[in-house]
């Protein structure tokens, strides 16, 4: 079973920077599409951005050009570095693959003050 670990979270000022972790257990890590997911309460997980199993990003047109999203296939591990955060950001944020394929992990909170 593949278990998802996100890390990370915390307070931050507006304008300050964060940077995700999500450690992916479990073979095929590699030639999956990833993607971070946030969700606020109330509204349904919002799809952030996504690596390709050869790099190739996407990203939401809200966080375009302050967050940037990369994986390293040896360590299993997606990142989402987060600049100039704004205080809409503020949401629990996960890792999966873009379908969703795998069990949703715990997600680790980000708050943006402002």
């Known amino acids: 079973q593949v278990h998802l670990v996100e890390s990370g979270g915390g307070l931050v000022m507006a304008g300050g920077s964060l940077r995700l972790s999500c450690a992916v257990s479990?073979?095929?890590?590699?030639?999956?599409?990833m993607a971070w997911y946030r969700q606020t309460p109330g509204k349904q997980r919002e799809l952030v951005a996504s690596?390709?199993?050869?790099?190739?990003?996407n990203y939401v047109d809200s966080v375009k050009g302050r967050f940037t999203i990369s994986r390293d296939n040896a360590e299993n591990t997606v990142y989402l570095q987060m600049n100039g955060l704004k205080p809409e950001d503020t949401a629990v944020y996960y890792c999966n693959t873009k379908t969703g394929f795998y069990t949703w992990g715990q997600g680790t909170q980000v708050t943006v003050s402002s």
């Open positions: 690596i390709t199993s050869g790099g190739i990003t």
């Open positions: 479990g073979s095929l890590f590699g030639i999956r599409t």
